[in-house]
């Protein structure tokens, strides 16, 4: 199977970018989420869009986010991609596609079948479906570093592309990938030294072990 994509998310700082962009990360998520400590302010995000300049593609992710948020930071930091992390509906991943035209991806959060099951509801409303761990009520959507188990995967017949997230680190990639043969793996707090903290090292170790895997 082909390698699959690299996703790191949380980009906050130019020399994390710069990082990530040296590993050769395909896409580079900014987070609009202010309850998250990988929250990304409107002027940060657009300096950091301006650093890319084009060398990756770029991801905002957004949680049950409004329109005028969601369009505010698309044009402020030349947005590739919108990631909704919420509670979105498939109506909802509709009409922003439809406004914005750029790809629309959607979190789901899987703890068992029933969940995998969800993703089918979006097919022809979203262009990619990512698998992320369930996190406990009352905390962060995503980004704590949970893991689900990945053999609930092996009932996805869904038409959509997907990609994996949940616990992704340097250490445990590899075996994700080949479980999975996820075509996109997507990290946060998996190369951080803490809590929105990236480190440049995990980001370089984790591209590696996911080249090396397969």
């Known amino acids: 199977m082909p390698t699959p994509l690299i996703k790191i998310c949380g980009i906050r700082e ?3 970018l710069d ?3 040296e590993a050769r990360a395909d896409y580079l998520g900014l987070m609009f989420y202010a309850p998250s400590p990988r929250n990304v302010a409107l002027p940060d995000a657009a300096a950091l869009a301006a650093r890319n300049a084009g060398r990756a593609k770029l991801v905002g992710v957004f949680v049950d986010a409004t329109d005028a948020t969601i369009h505010d930071a698309a044009k402020a930091a030349s947005l590739d991609v919108i990631q909704l992390h919420g509670h979105e509906t498939p109506a909802r991943a509709a009409q922003l596609r439809g406004e914005l035209g750029i790809p629309v991806w ?7 079948a029933k969940d995998i099951a969800r993703a089918e509801a979006y097919a022809g409303a979203a262009d990619m479906i ?3 761990a369930k996190t406990p009520k009352g905390t962060l959507p995503g980004g704590m570093g949970l893991v689900f188990d990945w053999s609930l995967l092996a009932a996805w017949r869904g038409k959509l592309a997907w990609g994996l997230a949940g616990g992704l680190a340097p250490d445990n990639v590899a075996d994700a990938a ?3 043969a996820a075509p996109l793996v997507d990290v946060s707090s ?3 030294s803490a809590p929105g903290v990236k480190d440049a090292d995990k980001i370089a170790a984790f591209c590696k072990a996911i080249r090396a895997a397969l």
């Open 14 to 16: 130019p020399a994390v």
């Open 19 to 21: 990082a990530a962009v």
């Open 106 to 112: 959607k979190v789901v959060s899987v703890a068992s």
């Open 190 to 192: 998996g190369v951080e």
């Open 130 to 132: 990512l698998f992320d």
């Open 178 to 180: 080949r479980a999975t």
